[in-house]
């Protein structure tokens, strides 16, 4: 048996972010014990590095703006996939979410008459994103991390230990969801500091993890994207839902190569930037597709006038959804009218005065002075797609963020899929967060009241296999499987180098059948390079260890997204065919679930060649009628089928 | 594109010592100090201890001191040195090492523990909150911190003196305590609780002979000691100059300690 530290609590939150710290919140005032476990310090979770704003119908500049409309613009720009119920709830209740940020202390920019302000955003009707110039996700972990803080302060004023209610353990990694048959009984995961493992019992887990950039070369994404929390509930035995979306960011930087990706907030656009290529023509007026063609503006006059009269003028087509931008200046490069360094020209420098961009763009123009030496005051930024945001993720119960199959589980944030269908809209992420992260503790907290008696043990075997898998990078001598050499041990930055640039080249923005084979095969090389991952130096801070355990992570993500790609033979948000260029209405109503093959969550037993990885068709459920009301009988057959129409 | 070869010193060791190692390292157009570490670290010394997250600037994870300034590696770039300048990079030296570049940072968390939370006003309910820009623009600015700690790390109070840390907030936290009391809603007042007063008597304002190196290093550009701390410590002598206000603070703040 294995010497490890076990605790015990009642709900465990893997995830420190806007959707695991929400969570947290609510699990810990509906009375559950709480942990929460993050793999960087607290409050440097991906969410902090959110720019833009945080959408929410609360209508303090366009008194049109509610939740049907937000609804609406969600619906749309998911291209109708989204998990309907998710984005109705979304809507419904974001207003509320950021209302209750203001009285955590949160300061949002203001309006006039002193309302928190709302600013314009792709794929947004009207201006609805609450925001904090442009570092608006700082604001929103930081409000989440001093509400915990004031939490644990009442706890320290009760019970003389502030962490006898509501604890975080940082730096720490978790590596597998324990199980007690088919139910949740805690959490397996290292310190990262001194390499010592532990176990969390607790009946119910929560993951909110994020994203899975971290597969891709260009990616806005940080280190911690490698897809933990997908491949936790997976191996867990929950399946993944329509993993072939992944949202490709319009505007990364795209020059010095080592700041390539970085984000470039869709601000700049929404407060009047725009896109040109290397003939100064604003191109996006070429690309706005049929189904948007009534909503945006059809030359640049009407554009401009816009900023000042949305009522009487529609809107530029910069201000597309990603998915659109990101295709259109992935066309205008290939057709070789792109800017020096491969990218196309951002500009605000001709649209608005310097100190106005200073003062609503202020990391911005801090980003491209330290990082590029450009002053976007005075000349353009170059700009292109990047790896940004995955829509696919965690299959779950709308009402409660529920994991689908195992009891005790339950996702919220990036890592859960459905709310955003094909496409995310910008800002529609944070709102997204509060909303499932208070869900997925309330039920948590719920589903674990009702345990009190009956918990769920912990496994010790599991414990054994979890400790062998986690130090298997410190013995990685052995001949691969089925070759008869000892071959040297594999460099894991080698090893990850080359997944990100297969999935980057073949799995990428345009995907092709042949191209997307090719990265199965890769993938499949990789999985059993993988296991020969080496490390030298001992457990304690060893980033080259924790690299060689996030491999698994990263090639069974890869591996879904990868299949559920070649599967999907349409073009639809996130998710672009060069061979299969067009939606195809047929395919509206389809989920694409991926689950581990071998459901003894084994992954050693399973085939290097065949994959890890079994795919299912699942029809959704219909959309419900009054929802299908909000829209017009022309839209909605530009996007449902002709059954779903007269159902 | 002109790559060249640079020299490193980075420090490596744990808490039972350790010193700087040497490293020669390619170096490209447009690279900062944190792509080169990264470089040692994947070709060189796999297990060299880093933080970093955002690679941006926005999470302050990567602090550290390079060539002996305090520092986010993510954002000091390769041009600001000459190519035959040796490039020493060490761990914060405020704060005791766990392994290489990453630090026990733990005092921070702690002191943000101590400074009470924001206090929302009894009569309004969600949605209900009004606040003039010009209102919030100050408590905004101290809100902008990233939690890098190279204020913390810089300050002379702790950085060569353990001994103050008890007493001690830092530049950090006494701005924290500076931004909630500038929230023009926040209703600590009605609870009997003085920022103001709490900031010398607790959290250890005294000390503070502003000096402005906090403000020097920060990365955010945050005026540290001219927009927070010293208007915190004008109230703060207003209030102490003034028995009655001293008095009746001190009376009211009783019921809540404990
Ligand atoms: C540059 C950038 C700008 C963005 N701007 C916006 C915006 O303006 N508006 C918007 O709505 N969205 C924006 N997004 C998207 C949004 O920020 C993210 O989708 C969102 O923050 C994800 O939050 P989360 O809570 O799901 O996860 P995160 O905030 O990423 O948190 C994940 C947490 O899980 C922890 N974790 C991961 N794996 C493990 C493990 N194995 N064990 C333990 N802990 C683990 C991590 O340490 C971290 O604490 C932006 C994204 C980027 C990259
Ligand atoms: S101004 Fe005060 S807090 Fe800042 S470094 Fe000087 S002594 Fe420290
Ligand atoms: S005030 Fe500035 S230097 Fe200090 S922690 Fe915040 S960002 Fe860093
Ligand atoms: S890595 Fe985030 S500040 Fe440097």
Same mark, same amino acid.
């Given at each position: 048996?294995?010497?490890?530290?076990?605790?015990?609590?009642?709900?465990?939150?893997?995830?420190?972010?806007?959707?695991?710290?929400?969570?947290?919140?609510?699990?810990?005032?509906?009375?559950?014990?709480?942990?929460?476990?993050?793999?960087?310090?607290?409050?440097?979770?991906?969410?902090?590095?959110?720019?833009?704003?945080?959408?929410?119908?609360?209508?303090?500049?366009?008194?049109?703006?509610? &939740?049907?409309?937000?609804?609406?613009?969600?619906?749309?720009g998911g291209k109708f996939l989204n998990q309907w119920r998710m984005a109705e709830l979304h809507a419904n209740e974001a207003p509320d979410r950021v209302w209750e940020l203001e009285t955590w202390g949160a300061l949002f920019?203001?309006?006039?008459?002193?309302?928190?302000?709302?600013?314009?955003?792709?794929?947004?009707?009207?201006?609805?994103?609450?925001?904090?110039?442009? !570092?608006?996700?700082?604001?929103?972990?930081?409000?989440?991390?001093?509400?915990?803080?004031?939490?644990?302060?009442?706890?320290?004023?009760?019970?003389?230990?502030?962490?006898?209610r509501l604890k975080v353990f940082q730096e720490c990694t978790v590596t597998r969801v324990l199980k007690d048959g088919d139910k949740v009984s805690g959490v397996f995961g290292y310190e990262r500091e001194s390499g010592r493992?532990?176990?969390?019992?607790?009946?119910?887990?929560?993951?909110?993890?994020?994203?899975?950039?971290?597969?891709?070369?260009?990616?806005?994404?940080? &280190?911690?994207?490698?897809?933990?929390?997908?491949?936790?509930?997976?191996?867990?035995?929950?399946?993944?839902?329509?993993?072939?979306?992944?949202?490709?960011?319009?505007?990364?930087?795209? &020059?010095?190569?080592?700041?390539?990706?970085?984000?470039?907030?869709?601000?700049?656009?929404?407060?009047?930037?725009?896109?040109?290529?290397?003939?100064?023509?604003?191109?996006?007026?070429?690309?706005?597709?049929?189904?948007?063609?009534?909503?945006?503006?059809?030359?640049?006059?009407?554009?401009? !006038?816009?900023?000042?009269?949305?009522?009487?003028? !529609?809107?530029?087509?910069?201000?597309?959804?990603?998915?659109?931008?990101?295709?259109?200046?992935?066309?205008?490069?290939?057709?070789?009218?792109?800017?020096?360094?491969?990218?196309?020209?951002?500009?605000?420098?001709?649209?608005?005065?310097?100190?106005?961009?200073?003062?609503?763009?202020?990391?911005?123009?801090?980003?491209?002075?330290?990082?590029?030496?450009?002053?976007?005051?005075?000349?353009?930024?170059?700009?292109?797609?990047?790896?940004?945001?995955?829509?696919?993720?965690?299959?779950?119960?709308?009402?409660?963020?529920?994991?689908?199959?195992?009891?005790?589980?339950?996702?919220?944030?990036?890592?859960?899929?459905?709310?955003?269908?094909?496409?995310?809209?910008?800002?529609?992420?944070?709102?997204?967060?509060?909303?499932?992260?208070?869900?997925?503790?309330?039920?948590?907290?719920?589903?674990?009241?009702?345990?009190?008696?009956?918990?769920?043990?912990?496994?010790?075997?599991?414990?054994?296999?979890?400790?062998?898998?986690?130090?298997?990078?410190?013995?990685?001598?052995?001949?691969?499987?089925?070759?008869?050499?000892?071959?040297?041990?594999?460099?894991?930055?080698?090893?990850?180098?080359?997944?990100?640039?297969?999935?980057?080249?073949?799995?990428?923005?345009?995907?092709?059948?042949?191209?997307?084979?090719?990265?199965?095969?890769?993938?499949?090389?990789?999985?059993?390079?993988?296991? !020969?991952?080496?490390?030298?130096?001992?457990?304690?801070?060893?980033?080259?260890?924790?690299?060689?355990?996030?491999?698994?992570?990263?090639?069974?993500?890869?591996?879904?997204?990868?299949?559920?790609?070649?599967?999907?033979?349409?073009?639809?948000?996130?998710?672009?065919?060069?061979?299969?260029?067009?939606?195809?209405?047929?395919?509206?109503?389809?989920?694409?679930?991926?689950?581990?093959?071998?459901?003894?969550?084994?992954?050693?037993?399973?085939?290097?060649?065949?994959?890890?990885?079994?795919?299912?068709?699942?029809?959704?459920?219909?959309?419900?009628?009054?929802?299908?009301?909000?829209?017009?009988?022309?839209?909605?057959?530009?996007?449902?089928?002709?059954?779903?129409?007269?159902? | 594109?002109?790559?060249?070869?640079?020299?490193?010193?980075?420090?490596?060791?744990?808490?039972?010592?350790?010193?700087?190692?040497?490293?020669?390292?390619?170096?490209?157009?447009?690279?900062?100090?944190?792509?080169?570490?990264?470089?040692?670290?994947?070709?060189?010394?796999?297990?060299?201890?880093?933080?970093?997250?955002?690679?941006?600037?926005?999470?302050?994870?990567?602090?550290?001191?390079?060539?002996?300034?305090?520092?986010?590696?993510?954002?000091?770039?390769?041009?600001?040195?000459?190519?035959?300048?040796?490039?020493?990079?060490?761990?914060?030296?405020?704060?005791?090492?766990?392994?290489?570049?990453?630090?026990?940072?733990?005092?921070?968390?702690?002191?943000?523990?101590?400074?009470?939370?924001?206090?929302?006003?009894?009569?309004?309910?969600?949605?209900?909150?009004?606040?003039?820009?010009?209102?919030?623009?100050?408590?905004?600015?101290?809100?902008?911190?990233?939690?890098?700690?190279?204020?913390?790390?810089?300050?002379?109070?702790?950085?060569?003196?353990?001994?103050?840390?008890?007493?001690?907030?830092?530049?950090?936290?006494?701005?924290?305590?500076?931004?909630?009391?500038?929230?023009?809603?926040?209703?600590?007042?009605?609870?009997?609780?003085?920022?103001?007063?709490?900031?010398?008597?607790?959290?250890?304002?005294?000390?503070?002979?502003?000096?402005?190196?906090?403000?020097?290093?920060?990365?955010?550009?945050?005026?540290?000691?001219?927009?927070?701390?010293?208007?915190?410590?004008?109230?703060?002598?207003?209030?102490?100059?003034?028995?009655?206000?001293?008095?009746?603070?001190?009376?009211?703040?009783?019921?809540?300690?404990?």
């Amino acid at each position: 048996m294995s010497v490890v530290d076990r605790q015990d609590w009642d709900v465990v939150v893997v995830g420190a972010g806007g959707a695991g710290l929400r969570a947290a919140i609510e699990a810990r005032e509906r009375g559950a014990r709480t942990a929460v476990i993050c793999k960087s310090l607290f409050g440097k979770a991906h969410t902090v590095m959110a720019e833009g704003g945080i959408a929410a119908a609360m209508g303090n500049v366009n008194s049109g703006d509610n &939740w049907e409309v937000h609804f609406r613009d969600t619906m749309r720009g998911g291209k109708f996939l989204n998990q309907w119920r998710m984005a109705e709830l979304h809507a419904n209740e974001a207003p509320d979410r950021v209302w209750e940020l203001e009285t955590w202390g949160a300061l949002f920019d203001r309006t006039k008459d002193g309302r928190i302000s709302q600013r314009n955003f792709g794929g947004h009707e009207y201006p609805r994103l609450a925001h904090v110039g442009d !570092r608006t996700g700082l604001e929103l972990i930081r409000t989440l991390q001093q509400k915990i803080v004031s939490l644990q302060q009442e706890d320290f004023r009760e019970t003389g230990d502030y962490e006898s209610r509501l604890k975080v353990f940082q730096e720490c990694t978790v590596t597998r969801v324990l199980k007690d048959g088919d139910k949740v009984s805690g959490v397996f995961g290292y310190e990262r500091e001194s390499g010592r493992f532990f176990v969390l019992e607790a009946p119910a887990v929560v993951i909110a993890t994020g994203g899975i950039g971290k597969s891709f070369k260009v990616t806005s994404n940080s &280190w911690e994207y490698t897809g933990d929390g997908h491949a936790l509930a997976l191996l867990a035995g929950a399946p993944l839902l329509n993993m072939e979306f992944v949202q490709f960011h319009p505007t990364g930087m795209v &020059w010095p190569p080592s700041v390539k990706g970085i984000l470039v907030t869709e601000s700049v656009r929404g407060d009047g930037g725009v896109l040109r290529n290397s003939e100064g023509k604003r191109f996006m007026f070429d690309y706005i597709p049929d189904v948007f063609k009534e909503k945006y503006a059809q030359s640049e006059e009407e554009g401009d !006038r816009w900023y000042e009269d949305p009522d009487h003028n !529609r809107r530029p087509p910069e201000l597309l959804p990603r998915d659109e931008v990101a295709r259109a200046i992935n066309s205008e490069v290939k057709a070789g009218r792109g800017s020096p360094h491969g990218g196309v020209f951002l500009d605000v420098s001709t649209r608005m005065p310097a100190e106005v961009i200073r003062r609503r763009l202020p990391s911005m123009y801090h980003q491209f002075k330290e990082l590029a030496d450009v002053d976007i005051t005075a000349e353009a930024m170059e700009v292109g797609p990047t790896c940004h945001y995955v829509m696919g993720g965690i299959a779950v119960e709308s009402d409660t963020a529920a994991a689908r199959g195992v009891p005790g589980l339950f996702a919220a944030g990036e890592v859960a899929g459905g709310m955003h269908g094909s496409n995310r809209l910008g800002g529609n992420s944070l709102s997204d967060l509060l909303v499932f992260g208070r869900r997925a503790g309330w039920h948590a907290a719920e589903y674990a009241a009702g345990l009190t008696d009956t918990r769920p043990p912990v496994d010790e075997d599991q414990i054994d296999t979890a400790a062998a898998e986690a130090l298997r990078p410190f013995s990685a001598e052995g001949p691969a499987p089925g070759a008869d050499d000892g071959r040297p041990p594999e460099n894991p930055y080698t090893l990850h180098q080359e997944l990100q640039q297969a999935m980057n080249d073949l799995v990428g923005i345009i995907r092709r059948e042949g191209e997307m084979e090719r990265a199965l095969e890769k993938l499949a090389d990789l999985r059993v390079r993988a296991r !020969r991952a080496g490390v030298e130096g001992h457990r304690q801070f060893n980033p080259g260890w924790h690299l060689s355990l996030d491999l698994r992570n990263m090639l069974l993500v890869s591996e879904c997204v990868a299949r559920a790609a070649l599967e999907r033979t349409e073009s639809r948000g996130g998710h672009t065919r060069e061979d299969h260029p067009a939606m195809d209405r047929k395919w509206r109503n389809v989920n694409l679930l991926c689950a581990l093959t071998d459901p003894t969550g084994g992954l050693l037993a399973t085939d290097p060649v065949s994959g890890q990885i079994t795919l299912t068709r699942e029809i959704t459920e219909p959309i419900r009628a009054d929802l299908l009301a909000l829209f017009e009988k022309e839209e909605l057959v530009k996007y449902l089928a002709e059954e779903e129409l007269y159902e | 594109m002109s790559s060249y070869e640079a020299a490193f010193k980075v420090w490596r060791g744990d808490i039972k010592g350790g010193g700087l190692e040497d490293f020669k390292i390619e170096v490209n157009d447009g690279e900062v100090v944190l792509d080169i570490i990264h470089r040692i670290q994947a070709t060189q010394a796999p297990d060299l201890a880093v933080r970093w997250n955002c690679k941006a600037g926005k999470c302050g994870s990567c602090s550290a001191e390079i060539n002996g300034r305090p520092r986010l590696m993510c954002m000091t770039r390769m041009s600001v040195f000459t190519r035959d300048e040796t490039i020493t990079v060490t761990p914060l030296r405020a704060f005791p090492v766990i392994r290489d570049l990453v630090t026990d940072v733990g005092f921070n968390y702690q002191k943000a523990r101590e400074v009470p939370s924001f206090v929302p006003p009894a009569d309004l309910g969600p949605g209900e909150y009004r606040m003039f820009q010009e209102d919030v623009d100050r408590s905004q600015e101290f809100r902008k911190c990233i939690e890098c700690f190279l204020c913390q790390d810089t300050c002379h109070v702790v950085r060569d003196h353990e001994e103050n840390k008890t007493a001690f907030a830092g530049p950090r936290f006494l701005m924290r305590v500076a931004e909630l009391d500038m929230h023009p809603l926040d209703a600590a007042e009605s609870t009997g609780l003085d920022r103001k007063a709490t900031a010398q008597e607790e959290h250890g304002l005294g000390y503070c002979n502003i000096t402005k190196c906090c403000s020097e290093v920060c990365p955010e550009g945050i005026h540290i000691t001219d927009n927070a701390l010293i208007p915190l410590k004008e109230r703060a002598v207003d209030r102490k100059y003034d028995p009655l206000v001293w008095l009746g603070s001190k009376i009211r703040r009783r019921p809540t300690e404990g």
